[in-house]
């Protein structure tokens, strides 16, 4: 399984960023991705994860209401839309994937990261 984020970027605080993860490699169309982020000098923290029978989960209530996670089970990618960023969103967002499709798994396959830096 290969995972490819993007859509990271530079931007004000109260914007917005859309990430996308493009997966690739499943071997069955029950899967599940998540999102998660590693500011500087921080652990990674999960954001969301989402699965392919569109079960969504926010690891934050805070992000609820800015963080939007959905996904196109066609193209097996996963977004998340991010709004009225603040600058503590500042991290690497990262998208991963478990061996199956529950966001309580091991989370098994890593994309690159993608880094969101939102200035005050």
């Known amino acids: 399984v290969q995972l490819q984020a993007s859509g990271g970027g530079l931007v004000q605080a109260g914007g917005s960023l859309r990430l996308s993860c493009a997966a690739s490699?499943?071997?069955?169309?029950?899967?599940?991705i998540g999102w998660f982020r590693q500011a500087p000098g921080k652990e990674r923290e999960r954001v969301s994860c989402?699965?392919?029978?569109?079960?969504?989960?926010y690891s934050d209530g805070s992000l609820k209401g800015r963080f939007t996670i959905s996904s196109n089970n066609a193209k097996k990618t996963a977004y998340l839309q991010m709004n009225s960023l603040k600058p503590e969103d500042t991290a690497v967002y990262y998208c991963a994937a478990p061996s199956g499709s529950d966001c309580e798994a091991h989370w098994e396959y890593w994309g690159q990261g993608t880094l969101v830096t939102v200035s005050s």
């Open positions: 989402i699965s392919s029978s569109g079960g969504r989960t």
């Open positions: 490699g499943f071997t069955s169309d029950d899967y599940a």
